[in-house]
């Protein structure tokens, strides 16, 4: 899939981070005066901002580590007891690096970056790349999330094509591959429902899961780590070498 020239409005107050000026080089980002697009990039309170205005009421989703959920969950989300940090073994073995093969908004990058973990968030299309960018740059103005940005390492590729190129036994190679395919759930809060809605728009499902998962297990050192809703079958109908479960969802865990 070829994501070039999606649309950024920028105005003379806007300022953008070189990363972000970067894809404008680029023509991953396109930069326009006025928003005629149905979805574009645009700056709101000195946030990244992605804007659809596809509907009757405009949808936006802008990341923020340093405040808000991501604040919360940093000081009250149960630390490295957390499914997800357990699922990629960040309680036994804190020193393993951790490749996130589906970034998307960063949020369960930044729960294991927040916990010492060095993650490396890759994603593809470049209006998400350059949210988690945005956020990136803004956190490091926060004391408490700079420290945790540090430890998180953005790249702007196709996830199956990046891990093509690395050998397991390279040291670059990651200890845990972490993929969370993008499908609905039943049940989600209507702020949920909303980002579901905009990333279902901007990169709908890719098709790509069942390849991606089987190059992730070529390639990662200790484990596989797949999302799953509670009640779904196995990716690629692979039986797990166990599982870590949560509320809604689970952790299906692939001991190499």
């Known amino acids: 899939m070829n994501f070039t020239h999606f649309p950024i409005v920028l ?4 300022e953008p981070c070189q990363n972000i000026l970067g894809l404008i080089d680029q023509s991953k980002l ?12 645009a700056y709101q309170n000195k946030a990244l901002t992605l804007v659809l205005n596809s509907n ?20 009250y989300g149960g630390g490295k007891n957390q499914p997800l940090p357990k699922a990629c073994g960040v309680d036994k073995h804190p020193g393993w690096t951790i490749f996130d093969a589906t970034a998307g908004l960063g949020k369960d990058s930044f729960v294991l970056a927040s ?8 994603e593809q299309h470049p209006a998400l ?19 945790i940005v540090q430890c998180m390492t953005l790249k702007n590729h196709d996830s199956i094509e ?20 993008m499908y609905p759930e039943r049940k989600k809060s209507a702020k949920i429902k909303k980002e579901m809605h905009v990333l279902q728009t901007l990169v709908g499902h890719s098709g790509e899961e069942a390849q991606l998962f089987e190059t992730a297990l070529k390639v990662a050192k200790h484990r596989v780590v797949v999302k799953r809703p509670k009640s779904a079958s196995p990716l690629n109908n692979t039986k797990p070498s166990y599982t870590v479960g949560s509320v809604n969802t689970r952790y299906d865990v692939y001991v190499l």
Do not use: M
């Open 11 to 14: 105005n003379t107050i806007d």
């Open 30 to 41: 396109n930069l326009v005066n006025i928003d005629t697009s149905s979805v574009y990039l």
């Open 56 to 75: 009757k009421d405009p949808l936006s989703i802008s990341i923020d580590f340093a405040l808000g959920k991501a604040k919360h969950r940093r000081l």
């Open 115 to 122: 916990l010492g973990s060095q993650v490396t968030l890759c």
């Open 129 to 147: 790349y350059a949210l988690l960018e945005d956020a990136k740059y803004r956190a490091q103005n926060d004391k408490e999330a700079a420290s």
């Open 162 to 181: 990046f891990l093509e190129n690395i050998n397991k036994s390279d040291s670059s190679a990651p200890d845990v591959i972490y993929i969370d395919p």
